[in-house]
């Protein structure tokens, strides 16, 4: 599986992205997909996380009600829409699959994007 996360970017605060995850190659029917981010010199955090096959969606307390993560199972697609941005949401953004239940735990996950930058002004 790989994934290719997209839609990062600089904006003010206040403002607003939508980042998008890619997956391509054999995809789980279980598990979970993730959004972690990380801030230089801080350690990877999970944001938000949803099973591959729906349900309800675990969001990390400092993004709730502020983000909001989807999925387009035809199109094998991950999305993170954030609103209200802050400065400290300022990261790169990386999304990560996982056979297993959705967790926050960072190794946990066994596919990895590349990540894409948010930078919040």
């Known amino acids: 599986v790989q994934l290719v996360e997209s839609g990062g970017g600089s904006v003010q605060t206040g403002g607003s992205l939508r980042l998008s995850c890619v997956a391509s190659g054999v995809t789980y029917s279980s598990g979970c997909v993730g959004w972690f981010r990380q801030a230089p010199g801080k350690q990877r955090e999970g944001v938000a996380g949803?099973?591959?096959?729906?349900?309800?969606?675990q969001y990390a307390d400092s993004v709730k009600g502020r983000f909001t993560i989807s999925q387009d199972s035809a199109k094998k697609t991950v999305y993170l829409q954030m609103n209200s941005l802050k400065p400290e949401d300022t990261a790169m953004y990386f999304c990560a699959g996982t056979p297993v239940t959705c967790s926050f735990t960072a190794r946990h996950y066994t596919q990895w994007g590349q990540g894409t930058q948010v930078t919040v002004s």
């Open positions: 949803m099973s591959a096959g729906g349900g309800r969606p």
